[in-house]
């Protein structure tokens, strides 16, 4: 599989396959500005992306579960087409599906592109009855963008969330703040989806926190004071923005987290939480996320 990968898809020094050591596929990116990105084709998963000088910018858990048909704890997980608890395991199926590669290319000044296709199947119609196809294009230059494309490839409507479930690395949460959401209205999904205004700015982090903002700014920017590191989130065609630290009671929820690692990560989703997308027939909807840092 991995040799007809590369035979199909490579791209010398921008685009190679590989089996990693938990036995899972994936893409390996390097842009000309040297920054890296692995993706899984297990739930087309950013696992990692890491900068010229080896910063490494995706948390992704030491208790991680790399099994098939179950979520990796890290990177950035991709919803669809339920956001969190539902009828549907938890943020839906796409991030523990299997995906297959549908192209690579390398767009100007060394920049690869790997799009990433699922199409419905027995075991998502089992799930849920629709006939769909998802690409989710990534691209790395000196930015990480992430491009999600739903198409209704049925004879009926069908609805749905979706978005990029984001965890960034931090060195820590007490020396971390969130810019660009001062004044937004909030879901405080940690306190019965009770509605809040953000009105501290910036947001810090100081407790469990799980918040739904409502229509938010496209461009969000999390201080990371301790690595002197800002990361600038850019999100398209979405409109809520989900923040989200279980902080250290929190973390006793997830076997695959660790105790103290609560302190590493802060996850910001751009995320399409509370209004649904209906598609017709042959209808798509189109949206994305750009990751930046300095
Ligand atoms: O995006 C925030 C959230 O919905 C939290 O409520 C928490 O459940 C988190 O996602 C992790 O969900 P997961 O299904 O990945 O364990």
């Given at each position: 599989m991995i040799e007809r990968l590369n035979q199909t898809f490579g791209i010398p020094k921008s685009v190679v396959f590989v089996r990693d050591n938990n036995n899972f596929a994936k893409a390996c990116l390097t842009s000309s500005a040297g920054q890296r990105a692995d993706v899984f084709l297990h739930g087309a998963q950013v696992s990692s992306w890491v900068g010229?000088?080896?910063?490494?910018?995706l948390f992704m858990s030491s208790k991680a579960v790399f099994e098939r048909g179950k979520p990796v704890r890290g990177g950035i997980p991709i919803v669809f087409p339920q956001f969190g608890k539902g009828d549907l395991p938890s943020h839906g199926f796409a991030r523990t599906s299997m995906w297959e590669v549908k192209e690579s290319s390398m767009l100007t000044e060394g920049e690869p592109s790997v799009t990433f296709k699922l199409e419905d199947g027995p075991l998502t119609r089992n799930l849920w009855a629709h006939q769909f196809v998802l690409e989710y294009t990534v691209t790395l230059s000196d930015k990480l963008k992430c491009s999600l494309k739903v198409v209704n490839c049925g004879t009926v409507p069908f609805f749905f969330f979706a978005g990029f479930h984001t965890y960034f690395r931090i060195a820590d949460i007490n020396r971390t703040s969130i810019h660009g959401l001062h004044e937004v209205t909030y879901l405080d999904a940690a306190r019965s989806r009770s509605y809040g205004v953000q009105n501290a700015d910036p947001l810090t982090i100081e407790e469990h926190t799980d918040r739904i903002y409502l229509n938010a700014p496209d461009t969000t920017r999390i201080g990371d004071r301790l690595m002197n590191r800002e990361y600038t989130v850019v999100k398209k065609n979405i409109k809520d923005l989900v923040v989200w630290n279980p902080w250290e009671n929190g973390?006793?929820?997830?076997?695959?987290?660790?105790?103290?690692?609560?302190?590493s990560f802060v996850c910001v989703e751009p995320m399409i939480v509370n209004q649904k997308i209906t598609l017709g027939p042959r209808e798509k909807y189109e949206c994305a996320q750009e990751l930046s840092y300095r």
């Open positions: 010229p000088h080896g910063e490494d910018l973390s006793k929820a997830f076997a695959d987290l660790g105790p103290q690692e609560y302190l």
